[in-house]
């Protein structure tokens, strides 16, 4: 199977500074990728997307880039606020089969 | 519109038992993806029906199935319960197969003692 894990399980971090969450993916022949974000509750959602053929992407306050020489993959984000307190994780799509494979995510927490 | 609903959202059941958990995926959408989500091993892909099928499957035992009705809404079964089954599982729907745009519900939160 694949394997997508995160450097960090945890992360604190004070309000207004910016948030760096890595990502490590396995499978070379992944073409997509989503990072989600999950507040305590609730299901994931959507934050930001990246395709292979791209190194950077940017979001409203969110930035995801792609390092395909060493499989990581990154989500900042600028300027965090308490509302970004949640796990954060990353999935991958292999360019074949239709199946994502997930991280087991970071806890970020911000500090007021 | 509505989101994707999952019920019962908390469950406690016992080993040897069955369970049956339902997703009311939002209006519209035709495909409904499982997913079992555990500190350890993340969110690992269950199946997924789109038209009342079963297009994928992820690498879990018999034990687990599902079914979709002609209005989209899914249930999944877990039969024999055992204490690693406890776990949040998870709804998502898309309008298309496959899709890479999922929505998710809030989950249901299974515990077996």
Request: charged residues 15%; proline residues 4%.
């Amino acid at each position: 199977g694949e394997s997508v894990g995160l450097h960090l399980p945890t992360l604190s971090v004070q309000e207004g500074d910016n948030s760096i969450i890595n990502c490590a993916y396995s499978n070379s022949a992944s073409d997509y990728f989503i990072w989600y974000k999950q507040e305590s509750g609730k299901g994931p959602q959507f934050i930001i997307d990246i395709r292979s053929n791209m190194d950077k992407r940017q979001g409203q306050r969110v930035t995801v880039l792609l390092n395909k020489t060493v499989k990581h993959l990154s989500l900042q984000i600028a300027a965090t606020q308490p509302g970004d307190s949640a796990v954060y994780f990353c999935a991958e799509k292999p360019n074949t089969g239709n199946q994502f494979y997930f991280g087991t995510g970071t806890s970020l927490t911000v500090i007021p | 519109k509505a989101g994707v609903t999952q019920t019962p959202r908390y469950l406690i059941k016992t080993r040897g038992q069955q369970v049956t958990l339902s997703c009311s995926p939002i209006s519209g959408h035709r495909s409904v993806s499982w997913y079992q989500q555990t500190p350890g091993q993340g969110l690992q892909f269950l199946f997924e029906y789109f038209s009342e099928t079963q297009r994928n499957k992820g690498n879990f035992p018999g034990r687990f199935s599902g079914r979709q009705f002609s209005n989209s809404r899914s249930e999944m079964n877990v039969s024999t319960l055992e204490l690693g089954d406890s776990a949040l599982y998870l709804c998502a729907s898309s309008f298309y197969s496959s899709s890479y745009e999922q929505y998710f519900g809030p989950g249901t939160r299974l515990t077996v003692t």
